[in-house]
């Protein structure tokens, strides 16, 4: 844990907890949903509605999307923003959105309760130092090609800069399965609670890309002890400008709400922590 000073887990078993809205991350299981891109007023409101109704925690949504095509739709930027204010002023829920530039770090805080660092961009040491000065959680997204001490490290940059409150997040890696847009990497949760006091959570969207995977992935994060899920929802999936093959619909995002909070419950009273290791 070398250079690893400020994220390792110490001897106390001290873990950070992160008050936000109603949820504390770390202490409750925390669900981040909404679509993959704020497309427009309409599709951001009526899938903040379902999200709440469903009893998620907090509304997502992309205003920057960092794009492998130049070509391809990149966010509404400022207008996203402010129609993801909107969603928060209906449904009370608070709002995670993703910073892709150091220069626009000040301005989206105005707007996000929690800022994601994208998996492309977890590196970019440059805009960790910038979220690293901010007042607001950061949801880091582990990048595609990194490894668990890297991950590490890169929050390691955000808390040397005074930000206590990161949340880290397992989305995938690229192996040399093709079938899944990526592998999920499990093991990187109980793994992370032997050595970081941060919250991690699990994003099954990215981390498998494909519809049907999602709901298993999410209960076995549950089971891995994950802090909380991060799915993408959308009003109309067939439709979405990014991520349409992993977006769920409303009625499938409370049917998968429904086994999540029923197996986190049963974690808790039937089954509990291990004695071996991992899970708390
Ligand atoms: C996203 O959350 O929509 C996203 C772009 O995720 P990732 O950075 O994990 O690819
Ligand atoms: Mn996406």
Not at 81 to 96: D, R
Not at 215 to 233: C, T
Request: net charge positive; proline share 5%; charged share 25%.
């Amino acid at each position: 844990m070398k250079n690893l000073k400020l994220v390792k887990l110490e001897e106390s078993g001290k873990r950070t907890e992160i008050k936000v809205g109603n949820s504390v991350i770390g202490k409750d299981f925390v669900v981040i949903a909404g679509p993959c891109s704020v497309e427009s007023e309409e599709q951001t409101m009526k899938t903040a509605e379902a999200v709440k109704k469903a009893h998620g925690n907090m509304i997502r949504g992309g205003a920057f999307k960092p794009r492998t095509s130049p070509y391809d739709f990149q966010g509404l930027g400022l207008k996203g923003l402010k129609i993801l204010e909107k969603a928060k002023l209906k449904t009370g829920l608070p709002v995670v959105t993703e910073v892709i530039d150091p220069r626009d770090v000040s301005w989206v805080c105005e707007y996000a309760d929690i800022l994601q660092i994208g998996a492309r961009n977890m590196q970019n040491f440059s805009l960790l130092k910038e979220v690293g000065k901010s007042n607001k959680p950061i949801l880091l997204k582990r990048g595609m090609h990194s490894t668990f001490r890297e991950l590490l490290s890169c929050a390691e940059y955000i808390l040397a800069e005074g930000n206590p409150n990161v949340i880290l997040c397992e989305r995938g890696i690229r192996t040399f399965e093709t079938y899944t847009r990526n592998t999920l990497d499990l093991s990187i949760i109980p793994a992370m609670k032997e050595m970081t006091h941060l919250p991690i959570m699990v994003d099954p969207s990215h981390g498998t890309g494909k519809l049907s995977l999602i709901e298993s992935m999410s209960l076995a994060a549950v089971a891995a002890g994950a802090d909380g899920i991060l799915i993408e929802v959308h009003i109309n999936p067939a439709e979405a400008k990014s991520d349409a093959d992993q977006q769920l619909t409303p009625s499938q995002f409370s049917h998968l709400m429904e086994k999540v909070l029923k197996l986190k419950k049963f974690m808790d009273t039937e089954i509990g922590p291990s004695i071996i290791g991992g899970r708390h």
